[in-house]
């Protein structure tokens, strides 16, 4: 049974659209009026039935529709053999819902008796055939549980499927080859779209991180290192290292995902990239049943590329820092409980846990055990768990009801490898609650849903003090160059020796958290036909509040230190290493003689944000429209934006084989609270003590503050504009013989109000709009669904995506540029000057990608899914000198570098080694970059004497993952 089909928006699609802001009260009465008029008794005369049918074989189609309609379809099992069916989701009348499973088979139904259905070839223009239905858009290629079930995906997420779309971009550094053990999900671009600019739906609801989005970090090399960032970026200013979603769901739970990169109707709101929306398995309460599955990986199974410059001298097997993961081990597992609790009801309950663990060398231990051959081996750990229970049914009155809850968390341990007291946790996690209703009425659908979640997202660190001590006495450890005496100057000063860390570096507690209250009204009219057109109307309203908090600890940073000429110093002094009486005078007393102190700070904020949007389908002839405006009010900003959106389809030869789409729309971003959170280490209050020849014969050395600094300079991040894109778009479709599908699609994005900050003389970053952005994308896919039991899908995306920032911690102009003569609208690259916003994004940013996918059924017991992926050679930035023009002012300068074009495939595959009606078990192997080919995916750097050096940075090569699955 081929999975993962192209989903044809049907004429009888969603209908969506907005408009304005209404006051809460009025929401209310809303509400409760919906829930009242859903809860009563349905009418008698209703012909509309509710029908959920995934994509897959045509004869399965026709059964479960012949299932869920109560109809009899009487067909020949030759006529549909090798045919396959879109899924069918909403609310129809019985032929309506016949004729879109159909559409495009060549097949005709006729209704031969009341309840009846007969299908047979169209061979004639005199048979009495249903009306065809025409797509009123171009196809959208929707990833159903079956393909999710069986495709490779490393990460186990949402984001690894969406490799699968040639239009979607990973990020350079989302898999490095010596980073096994890391299982954060990939941050990804749709249609131009930085990660956390894409709007992500679970069933109909919002799971976007607000308060502590995704940053892609850069150092001198700029194409973006993402995986550094998380592991070694932990410093007093830095945020936690957040996900674009509030919490990730194993795709094993999810009945399909659809993403929406163009043309997306008015009830989708919140973003300027793309849609990724997600719905759940339902419960059925017609069988017992679930599956219990188990995986492995491990170093030991993987084959890995380095660049030798990027260890710095370090062997690769000797470890000490998590940028480099000789060793992992990786076990998955989980079950998943499908209940009966009547005969209308059931409950999903689910539990998976992944857990990664990674054994590195620890060098802080004493004097004696310095190097990588007497080192003790520490653990870091990387964790995700999720447990998801669903309870859904249909009432007696013809309410559906889904209540779903989700607790998910990731953990990541993690230490500083040359720092006593340095370990630190990375934690986001989230309590999720959600609620949806919908019921078939007399002039059509009505739903409500509602939401809860609770998500934090915080970093806790083993010491918030930070110490950088000389290597001398009982602070010996670390590294292996160790000092004396004879290595103290008559100031006090050590010379020639290195030192070792206590803490990290300026390192403090930090909480992000986030609230989130969701209410959302949606009503789909019946067809109403006007004259020659037919309309669906469709209303909505959407209410969304989200509550931020930030929670800062204190840090302490002291200066290296000095050794005390006067004699020993008295006990029990802050920042002293009592050396004088631990070797009876042989060594003098260590202390420090600066220290900064970063206060702590709690903050809070909050946004509401009101949607309504309109939307009309209109059909005549061979043509549809499909206008929509959607109007968004947030009072965080206080924007009331407007944004109407049209679309169109031309069924050009008739019966949908040639289709023709357009459309033209404008998209405005969600709510981001980190600019009313963040609160920067703009300053520190400042303590000094006696120097070693100040210090009494008391041996006190007393801190008098010398400064204060702007200790927790806050972001300034009132009346901004919301970012926008405006979006044109063009499209084919075309069917041809032997079940063969072509699709083009042309988009153009222009984004402008892009988020940046700005450094302020007081100490303060402000929050400007000074970001732009454009994207232009053609992308060619070719698909075949005719050959049973095999499917294929082959696409190609040509893109060029050009930015001024990064993203929203990227700089703007700020007071010291006019003073140092900083120019920040202008760069260089490659030695042309030209404005900012024309320079080549530095990450998401491959001029192509071709993707392909091969699902096939080589027994009646062996699966076999195959991914290819090849791009072309890659341009990313590289970061230079400032360089002084002409006139005087100062513009950073950037070279090109190149990554070059690759190709890796993927493969899963799955062997039944037991099936009986009820039971199956499955084993599967992924093997990810089969013929292990050397992929250079990054170019790093570090600094030597003030010089950089550049590294090569590689994906995974050939590695191995095994599952056991049990289903029954």
Known sequence: MQANTFKGRLLAAHLRGCAAAFRPATVSLMVASALAVMAAPASAQEARIEFDIPAQALDGSLRAFSQQAKTQVLFDEATVAGLRAPALKGNYAAHEALARLLAGSGIAANLSRPGVFTLKPATSSRDTTLAPVMVVDRPEWVIDHELLDKMPNKSSSIEGALALHSQVQTSNSAERSMQGGEIKPPQISISGGKPYENRYVINGLGNNNYVAPPTSSSGLASNGSVQSAYLDDVKVGSQPMGMAQSYNLDPDLLDNIELHDSRIPVNHGGFTGGVVSAETRKPDPTRFGGKVRWGHNRSGWDKRFYDESGLRGEAFDESFSALRQPEYTRNTGGFMLNVPLNERFAAIVSYDKTLSKIPLKYTALSATTLSAETAKTKEQTRSAETFFTSIGGRTESGLDVDLTGVYYKYNGNYFNPRAINSEWEQEQRTYDFALNLSKDLAAGKASAKFKYGNMVSNREVESNVYKPWYTY??????????????????????????????????????????????????????????????????????????????????????????????????????????????????????????????????????????????????????????????????????????????????????????????????????????????????????????????????????????????????????????????????????????????????????????????????????????????????????????????????????????????????????????????????????????????????????????????????????????????????????????????????????????????????????????????????????????????????????TVSGQPVFFDYYAPGRSVAAKLEYSF
């Open 473 to 942: 006495g009982e602070t010996n450890w670390g590294a292996a160059t160790s000092c004396t005496n004879t290595n103290i100057l008559s100031n006090g000063m050590f010379s020639g020796c290195t030192f070792s860390a206590d803490s990290n570096t300026l390192a403090n507690d930090l909480d992000f958290k986030q609230r989130t209250f969701q209410t959302a009204l949606d009503f789909e009219f019946n067809e109403l036909q006007l004259g020659t057109t037919t309309h669906r109307f469709a209303v909505g309203l959407n209410n969304e509040i989200v509550k931020g908090e930030a929670i800062g600890g204190e840090a302490v940073q002291y200066n290296l230190g000095l050794a005390a000429l006067n004699g020993p110093l008295a006990s029990g002094q802050d920042g002293v290493s009592y050396n004088n009486a631990s070797t009876a005078g042989a060594l003098r007393d260590q202390y420090f003689y600066q220290k900064s102190v970063y206060a702590s700070f709690d903050r809070d904020a909050k946004v509401q944000t009101w949607s309504l949007w309109l939307q009309d389908t209109v059909t005549f002839s061979d043509f549809m429209l499909r206008p929509g405006i959607r109007v968004d009010y947030d009072d965080q900003f206080r924007n009331t934006n407007i944004a109407p959106r049209l679309a169109g389809s031309w069924n050009v030869l008739g019966k949908n084989v040639a289709m023709l789409h357009a459309g033209q729309a404008r998209y405005y971003g969600g709510p981001n609270l980190y600019y009313s959170l963040f609160q920067a280490s703009g300053g520190a209050a400042m303590y000094r003590r006696g120097l070693p020849g100040t210090i009494g014969a008391d041996g006190l050395a007393h801190w008098t503050q010398t400064s204060s600094g702007s200790v927790g300079a806050e972001y300034q991040a009132e009346d901004l504009k919301t970012p926008y894109s405006d979006e044109t778009s063009l499209g084919f479709d075309l069917k041809l013989q032997g079940g063969f599908l072509v699709n083009y699609d042309y988009v153009y994005r222009k984004g402008k109000d892009g988020i940046m900050r700005r450094f302020k003389q007081d100490g303060a970053y402000a929050a400007t709009n000074d970001g732009e952005n454009t994207y232009t994308g053609h992308t060619i896919s070719i698909s075949n669904n005719y050959f049973k039991n095999h499917f294929f899908r082959l696409s190609t995306t040509f893109a060029d995506s050009q930015s001024n920032y990064l993203d929203y911690t990227a700089d703007s102009a700020s007071w010291s540029d006019l003073t140092n003569m900083i120019d920040r609208s202008r760069v260089i690259y490659n030695d042309k000057l030209i404005d900012a916003n024309e320079l080549d994004m530095s990450n998401f940013n491959r001029p192509q990608q071709i993707v392909g996918l091969w699902s096939a059924t080589l027994s009646e017991r062996v699966h076999l899914v195959t991914t290819g992926i090849w791009t072309r050679k890659t341009d990313v930035l590289v970061n230079g000198p400032r360089v002084t023009l002409n006139d005087g002012w100062r513009v950073n300068s950037y070279t090109k570098g190149k990554l070059p074009s690759r190709f890796t495939v993927d493969m899963s595959l799955g062997i039944d080694l037991y099936r009986s009606k009820e039971q199956n078990l499955r084993a599967t192997v992924d093997v990810y970059n089969v013929f292990n080919r050397k992929l250079q995916n990054g170019i790093g750097s570090y």
